[in-house]
């Protein structure tokens, strides 16, 4: 579990802390879909397919218990206020209200640098 763990706050980290677990889950998988096929540099990221033999529902299990655990917190983003810019999606869909955002916190990064394992856990899916 801390193998997978890493991965999933690796990607977060690595990604700039700003796509929802959705997106995580498909860089983690590998899959070429939605953001990953806008956004092409999301492929070159080491995260990239490293939970391929996981399901969607197996990694969102996971960030569920990260998050729980305090190694991930969830920030909500408002619209137009995001630090990486951008226009969003305009006066419809998920920018209109805003989304959760998966953010590392100072223990997650204790995990991915090794000083610290996340005790034993495995989801039911």
Not at 45 to 56: A, H, I, R, V
Not at 63 to 73: C, D, F, H, P, T
């Amino acid at each position: 579990f801390t193998l997978e763990a890493k991965w999933l706050l690796k990607c977060c980290s690595e990604t700039g802390q700003r796509f929802g677990v959705g997106v995580m889950c498909g860089i983690l998988m590998g899959r070429d879909t939605g953001k990953v096929k806008k956004m092409p540099w999301l492929k070159e990221k080491s995260s990239f397919g490293k939970l391929s033999d996981k399901s969607t529902d197996w990694i969102k299990a996971v960030y569920r218990k990260i998050v729980e655990l305090g190694y991930m917190k969830e920030v909500w983003i408002q619209p137009n206020s995001s630090p990486y810019g951008g226009r969003g999606r305009g006066r419809t869909g998920f920018m209109k209200r805003g989304y959760q955002c998966p953010n590392v916190t100072n223990t997650g990064r204790k995990v991915m640098n090794g000083s610290m394992r996340i005790p034993p856990w495995i989801p039911d899916k």
